[in-house]
Nanobody, 118 residues
Framework: QLQLVESGGGLVQAGDSLRLSCTAS????????LGWFRQSAGREREFVAS????????YYPDSLKGRFTISRDNAKNTVSLQINSLKPEDTAVYYC???????????WGQGTQVTVSS
């Protein structure tokens, strides 16, 4: 069983940068991928980024390429999300998730709130 705990959210101003972290307890196998999603009020959950645990290859949706960078630290069992040039529309609860490729994401954290003021 894998447990994920996010941290690093908070209230920031537009233009700031923020780094979110997700720490996993339990073993992450080489065929796993870890990802970040976000959900704002009244909207569906949105895929932000993912990374292959073994190869470290990142994936981003075309709509979010450029300001988001995902990385992982295998030794510390953590995955991070760097967000630059934050915008008010980035305000959301950010969730960390894990899946065994090619299955759907089945492990989810509780989320961390990011609020960007204009």
């Amino acid at each position: 069983q894998l447990q994920l705990v996010e941290s690093g959210g908070g209230l920031v101003q537009a233009g700031d940068s923020l780094r979110l972290s997700c720490t996993a307890s339990g073993r992450i196998y080489s065929d796993y991928a870890l990802g970040w999603f976000r959900q704002s009020a009244g909207r569906e959950r949105e895929f932000v980024a993912s990374i292959d645990w073994s190869r470290g290859r990142p994936y981003y949706p075309d709509s979010l390429k450029g300001r988001f960078t995902i990385s992982r630290d295998n030794a510390k069992n953590t995955v991070s999300l760097q967000i630059n040039s934050l915008k008010p529309e980035d305000t959301a609860v950010y969730y960390c998730a894990a899946r065994q490729v090619p299955h759907d994401y089945s492990y989810w954290g509780q989320g961390t709130q990011v609020t960007v003021s204009s």
